[in-house]
Every structure is written in C-alpha cells, then in structure tokens.
C-alpha cells in the first residue's frame, strides 16, 4: 500500500464547476499536507498546505483535512479550462521529505 | 526573486556512465530536496541537505549520493547509470530549518535518459 494514494482519473468536470480532488495517506506521523499542480512537462507548481483539521480557503482553492479519517481533499471552484493538469497530493514526514501520490488527472472543458 | 536553477536541463547519457546534476536554490533558501519522477513511480524522495548536512535520505540504492556546498547550492550524482534511471530528476528549495511548515519550490528539473 502506497503512503499517499490518489485516484488516477481523469476527473472530467465543466468550466465553471466545482472539481473535487481527493488523496488518503496511512502514515499518522506526518503532519501536513501539500497540494502542487503540474501541467504535462512542466515541474510541480505549489498550490497550498494544510496542517490543521477543517478548511483551508485561497482564492478558488479550499483545501480539507481530516486527520481522523486520513483524508485530504482539494476543491477548485469555478473550474478553468486552465486549470487541466495533474494534481499532486503530498505528506512531509519530516526534514523536508515529501511523500506523494501519484497524482489525479484533472480535466476541465469549455 | 529567482527561482530554482537546475542544470543540464537534459541529458543523455549511455548505461555504465556517471552523471552529476545541480541545482541551485531560491536565494536564502538553506534546504535542498532532491526528487525522481518516473512515469511508473512518480515522485520519489532521493535526499534533502541542510547546512551542507544530508538529514534525509530516500530508498535509493547508493549509486544515487549528493552534497551540498556552503553556498546551499547542491549537486547530485548517478554513477554506473542503468536504463531504470532515466526520469526526470527535480530540486526543491525551502527556507525555514525547522518548524512546522516548510514550502518546497521545485526547479525545471532535468531530463536525463540513459541510453
């Protein structure tokens, strides 16, 4: 079983939806959470973190954490047609070692 | 403020060679994380220096090593390459040395292939 796991997609949603990301991880010791964006080519973009239980808010970005179930989720809302690319979720488990899923293909059509 | 440089940006290399990468680091950012992306694997945790001390090291056999220099920049090194190493070898910076949150910033990345 992989640390981090991430639904491979794709996630097809309209512009101006709402996309839904989702990622669970197994290892309790780490303790936050990073979402990067990357676009096919190009190096993992950071979007945000998380480290807290509840909602965190930036711009069209709302990430959630749940350490009880082990969840970590990424909502984008009013979804571009620029926001298509791949999704990464990750878990630092200290000194700067990022953990990551495998990523979550997003697709956003006009 | 410059982002992270890496460097070659591509490379071809044949199996049995050796290859070094560098990448240095977003002005005043003293860790440097050191990632191999592979479409099978994905993202894989190779080692992070601070201070010119490894702290952290992946599951990577040791043909895969590193350093860092007093200037935070780093370098890592592939010796005896196989065909398997071919991916895409990404750097992250950080600032902060401890604490609970620590940004990484990623470079360009170079494309090795090991023919």
């Known amino acids: 079983q992989k640390e981090v796991e991430q639904n491979s997609g794709p996630l097809s949603v309209p512009e101006g939806a709402i996309a839904s990301l989702n990622c669970t991880y197994s290892d309790r010791g780490s303790q936050s959470f990073f979402w990067y964006r990357q676009y096919s080519g190009k190096s993992p973009e950071l979007i945000m973190f998380i480290y807290s239980n509840g909602d965190k808010e930036d711009g069209r970005f709302t990430a959630q954490l749940n350490k009880a179930s082990q969840y970590v989720s990424l909502l984008i809302r009013d979804s571009q047609p620029s926001d298509s690319a791949t999704y990464l979720c990750?878990?630092?488990?200290?000194?700067?070692?990022?953990?990551f899923g495998t990523g979550t293909r997003l697709l956003v059509s006009p | 403020k410059a982002g992270v440089t890496q460097t070659p940006r591509y490379l071809i290399k044949t199996r049995g060679q050796q290859v070094t990468l560098s990448c240095s680091p977003i002005?005043?950012?003293?860790?440097v994380s050191w990632y191999q992306q592979t479409p099978g694997q994905g993202l894989q945790f190779l080692f992070e220096?601070?201070?010119?001390?490894?702290?952290n090291k992946g599951n990577f056999p040791g043909r895969f090593s590193g350093r860092q220099f007093s200037n935070s920049r780093s370098e890592m090194n592939v010796s005896t390459l196989e065909l398997g190493d071919s991916a895409l070898y990404l750097c992250?910076?950080?600032?902060?040395?401890?604490?609970?949150?620590?940004?990484?910033?990623f470079g360009p990345g170079t494309r090795l292939t090991v023919l």
């Open positions: 002005s005043g950012h003293r860790s």
């Open positions: 220096y601070f201070s010119e001390t490894q702290r």
């Open positions: 990750a878990g630092d488990t200290g000194f700067q070692k990022l953990v």
């Open positions: 992250a910076s950080s600032f902060r040395a401890s604490g609970r949150i620590d940004e990484q910033f």
